[in-house]
């Protein structure tokens, strides 16, 4: 492919374009097509699209290294491996990475290789003639999907290059670091797009696509990260109550849901999709948390959870070669198809009671968002006699939160969002509250100032 309009940043471009990426648009043979004749239809564009989703099934991201990233640095997991890939993630475990550490090296560039792909269906749209609601419907997918990346960018790395756009070499030299409001504001503009643009529900054969409902999760979610919370209520409030009805999406209770009901189950508002069949779509199950050595050994104490909470065996401590049973699925050849939850009902629920309850406690509302979660798992309902007060409401959403989306690569930056890092790792200093950004992706800009997170110089 040629050089001009595949740059976002210069490693990027080399990975991109160097790997071994099973997708259609990866592999160079001597008629492959290039940007100016791939992207000229409605076919084309599409293939762009699919190509975005896939990004998300890398083992940069969310087939393997969010793992390390989101979940064994904080506390419901492990890696006690100290030697495997030279130690590479047991750096993140112990608060001990470098600016060199490939894990996140390797994630930096598959989360801008995914939003690269989503820049180029999003700029390439215009051009192509073909049914306008279709057209808006391709381009609010990719925004979506451009937001999901930004968003889990920014709570890994902090302040990053802004780019929106295909760039060149020249212009991918001289990017500059925006601050997180303005990589905030980016995606508070895509999700608004999504939700505008996106069905409610979609045709089995594009079951799994974004839809206006997930973008109202995630742009909820967005919201409580920048403490927004009257307009996490504002949003929500048609979503829980689209909910509760339960005709098109529904709390289920986990063991319903996980680890065989990933694909049906209507707790489920976005996911990454995995297959098994040969067909390069599959996980493997070293990365559903199969315990291997202590590595990846599940760490979330059982005294958490209440007497008959269905969540607890799902997560239980694992023996050496196990893997916990939320993601427990059917393995062929060292290969599962365990999709990777993103966006859940419940989550919905918790986000909105936390939301109520910052706005003003008691709120019967928040009350009840709160107990159909814990209704859901199997534990009785609370009242305001047992949550006397706003602290005390807040330390139960918290704790649900832990227990409802253990091993959902969120827990790290719940530990993070909500002040509790000094509490839970009080000799490990603040600013690991982000990574390093790579030492190869600096050399390669042209005024490197500021570029690096403070403590990692």
Same mark, same amino acid.
């Given at each position: ?55 998300? /099934? ?59 792909? &989503? ?17 808006? /419907? ?8 451009r937001a999901l990346n930004y968003f889990n960018t920014t709570r890994l790395w902090g302040k990053l290059p802004l780019i929106t756009s295909p760039q060149t070499t020249e212009e991918a030299r001289n990017n500059r670091r925006a601050d997180e409001s303005a990589v905030y504001a980016q995606i508070e503009n895509d999700l608004k797009t999504a939700i505008t643009d996106l069905p409610e529900t979609w045709p089995a054969n594009k079951?799994? &696509? ?32 689209? !909910? ?23 707790? !489920?508002?976005?996911?990454? /999709? ?23 050994? !599940? ?148 005024? /490197? ?9």
């Open positions: 492919m040629k050089k001009i309009l595949t740059v976002m940043l210069l490693l990027t471009v080399i990975t991109v374009y160097n790997s071994s990426c099973k997708k259609f648009l990866d592999l160079k043979p001597i008629d492959s097509p290039t940007e100016s004749t791939f992207y000229v239809d409605e076919k084309g564009l599409q293939g762009g699209l699919v190509s975005a989703y896939d990004a998300l /099934q890398s083992t940069a991201m969310y087939g393997q290294n969010f793992i390390a990233l989101m979940e064994i640095r904080g506390d419901n997991a492990m890696d006690n491996d100290q030697g495997a890939s030279g130690g590479v993630r047991y750096q993140i475990e112990s608060f001990s990475e470098r600016p060199d550490n490939t894990i996140v090296t390797d994630s930096w560039l598959g989360c801008f290789r995914a939003i690269f792909r &989503s820049n180029m269906v999003i700029s390439r749209a215009s051009d192509i003639v073909m049914d306008e609601t279709r057209k808006k /419907q391709i381009v609010a997918q990719a925004k979506f999907l079951k799994g &696509s974004a839809t206006t409902l997930a973008a109202q999760a995630l742009l909820a979610k967005v919201y409580l990260y920048q403490k927004k919370y009257n307009d996490v209520v504002a949003l929500l409030g048609p979503l829980v109550g689209k !909910i509760k009805n339960g005709a098109t999406v529904s709390l289920v209770p986990q063991p319903q849901t996980f680890p065989n009901g990933l694909k049906t189950s209507k707790d !489920i508002l976005f996911s990454v /999709q995995f297959l098994l069949g040969g067909v390069g779509e599959s996980v493997l199950q070293n990365n559903r948390y199969r315990n291997s050595g202590d590595n990846n050994a !599940i760490t979330l104490p059982q005294s958490l959870f209440e007497s008959n909470d269905n969540r607890k065996a799902l997560v239980a401590p694992t023996g050496n070669g196990q893997r916990p049973g939320k993601f427990d699925g059917p393995a062929v050849n060292e290969e599962t198809s365990m999709d990777m939850p993103v966006l859940r009902c419940a989550e919905v629920m918790l986000i909105y009671a936390e939301a109520l309850n910052e706005v003003g406690y008691p709120d019967n509302d928040a009350l009840n968002a709160l107990n159909a979660v814990r209704l859901n798992a199997g534990i009785a309902a609370l009242n305001f006699t047992d949550l006397a007060s706003k602290a005390a409401f807040t330390t139960e959403v918290y704790k649900q939160r832990r227990l409802e989306l253990a091993l959902e690569l969120d827990r790290w930056f719940d530990i993070v969002r909500t002040g509790q890092m000094p509490v839970i790792y009080p000799l490990v200093d603040a600013y690991r509250k982000v990574y390093p950004i790579p030492q190869t992706e600096i050399q390669n800009i042209s005024d /490197q100032s500021g570029w690096q997170n403070e403590g990692y110089q």
